[in-house]
């Protein structure tokens, strides 16, 4: 494989990544279950079902029949709690900042729905990076599938070598390795380290402070 000057785009997950959104998932999906008498969840049980969508997040907990308004409920309490109890990580916008200054390239590959990728986006002043935000909900499948990868990479005419991805899961690893580019996967998400690093990403790395070493 090539050396990392080749990189010229650098692909950021969102949530675990660069963003903490659990307290504002954990009020959220709590919220949803209190509306339809079901039993509040953990931190730690709602921490370790993120990264595959909301749906899927609320799935597991939820009579079948019950889907679609769990979900409704979720996303209506989620635009105001996003809001208010989302930050972003130590460092986020001096990695982000000291790759934009050095002309790479920058995008986001989440399987969030778009609309609150880019409330998050927004809130949290990020949009002045990023030059490119696609989500789940506008492909056929999220990840770990490698398509959200693909299309990023396709948009901006790249090889393979010529691109970074950097997420907090296991679903992140598998996605990167699934479309062949190379991974960094920052511990400290909804994953643990024994779970990533079966997986054999590119690069772990313990935060965002060793990740700008990295890079």
Request: hydrophobic residues 40%; aromatic residues 8%; glycine residues 6%.
């Amino acid at each position: 494989m090539s050396n990392k000057c080749d990189i010229k785009l650098v692909i950021f997950d969102l949530d675990g990544t660069l963003i903490d959104a659990y307290r504002a998932i954990i009020r959220s999906f709590n919220h949803a279950m209190r509306e339809l008498n079901y039993c509040s969840q953990s931190g730690l049980v709602i921490r370790r079902a993120v990264g595959w969508g909301d749906s899927n997040l609320l799935a597991p907990f939820v009579e079948p029949g019950q889907l679609k308004k769990a979900v409704i409920l979720y996303r209506r309490h989620h635009k105001k709690s996003l809001l208010e109890d989302s930050r972003l990580l130590p460092r986020a916008k001096r990695v982000l900042s000291y790759l934009k200054a050095r002309g790479y390239l920058l995008a986001v590959a989440s399987n969030r729905p778009t609309k609150f990728s880019r409330i998050l986006i927004r809130h949290l002043g990020l949009e002045k990076y990023f030059a490119y935000v696609l989500c789940a909900d506008k492909l056929k499948a999220g990840k770990p599938h490698p398509e959200i990868l693909n299309k990023i990479r396709k948009k901006f005419l790249l090889r393979k070598n010529e691109v970074l991805y950097i997420g907090d899961m296991v679903i992140d690893a598998q996605a990167g390795r699934r479309a062949g580019i190379r991974t960094i996967i920052v511990s400290g998400g909804s994953s643990t380290q024994s779970q990533i690093r079966k997986q054999r990403p590119w690069k772990m790395a313990r935060g965002l402070v060793s990740l700008q070493k990295l890079l």
